[in-house]
């Protein structure tokens, strides 16, 4: 069941508005307070900004944190617009229908592909610094963006985490569309927002600061966060 506060817009009020990423964080987590300190459970942010939002929230439930690597996959002509996302481990989510209708070549898009591949690689080797991934077997997964547009990048994290065996998954965003959160509903356990306006053009338009967040500051988010027991 998605829970989730009302939408302000739909009675022609200004939306909630976040000052940013950790204040973000800090409210979602009121939606999660039954999770506070809850055995056997980790929470993984999508980086970059979405590590920043968990571990706001990691902090505030008294949980483990660590990241889970995601990047979009965006159209060659038009990089800012989503056609698909690949997630660590190398699965590979794609929007067929809008690849189809930008008719974009097998070319093009396995080059995409393998460069964003690269890019996870990258990430995931310079924010773990060493540190080995949490298990997430037979633990309930919380993952954290600072938002969902189409919806394909957290898509494509549920379906990468769900191969590792855990016993439940369970998103978490500040801001989502409608329409992303009814396709998340359908390949996660629960789905947690803290505002789901009836429209989103783009996901910094509900935060006061959105500013780009840099690889140090993800780094410094997880090195901050509470050690896994055990």
Do not use: N, W
């Not at 060493?130 to 993952?143: I, K, W």
Request: glycine fraction near 10%.
């Amino acid at each position: 069941m998605t829970q989730h506060l009302p939408s302000l817009d739909s009675f022609g009020i200004q939306p909630v508005m976040f000052r940013d990423r950790r204040h973000a964080g800090e409210l979602l987590s009121g939606l999660l307070a039954g999770y506070q300190g809850r055995a056997q459970t980790v929470v993984l942010g999508l980086p970059r900004g979405g590590v920043v939002v968990a571990a706001a929230l990691a902090r505030a439930l008294a949980l483990p944190l660590d990241v889970f690597v995601v990047r979009k996959l965006g159209a060659p002509s038009q990089p800012e617009l989503a056609i698909g996302a690949v997630a660590a481990g190398g699965l590979v989510v794609l929007d067929d229908a809008a690849i189809a209708s930008m008719r974009i070549s097998q070319g093009a898009l396995e080059a995409a592909i393998v460069r964003e591949k690269e890019e996870v690689v990258r990430r995931e080797f310079a924010y773990r610094a060493g540190r080995p991934s949490l298990d997430v077997f037979e633990q309930m997964a919380l993952l954290v963006d600072d938002g969902v547009a189409t919806g394909y990048t957290m898509l494509a994290a549920v379906r990468a985490v769900r191969m590792l065996g855990p016993e439940r998954i369970v998103v978490a965003v500040p801001v989502a569309s409608g329409e992303a959160v009814e396709m998340l509903r359908s390949v996660a356990d629960d789905v947690f927002c803290v505002l789901v306006p009836r429209r989103l053009f783009a996901v910094g338009q509900f935060y006061e600061d959105f500013r780009q967040t840099s690889d140090d500051e993800v780094m410094q988010a997880l090195a901050e966060g509470i050690p896994h027991p055990g």
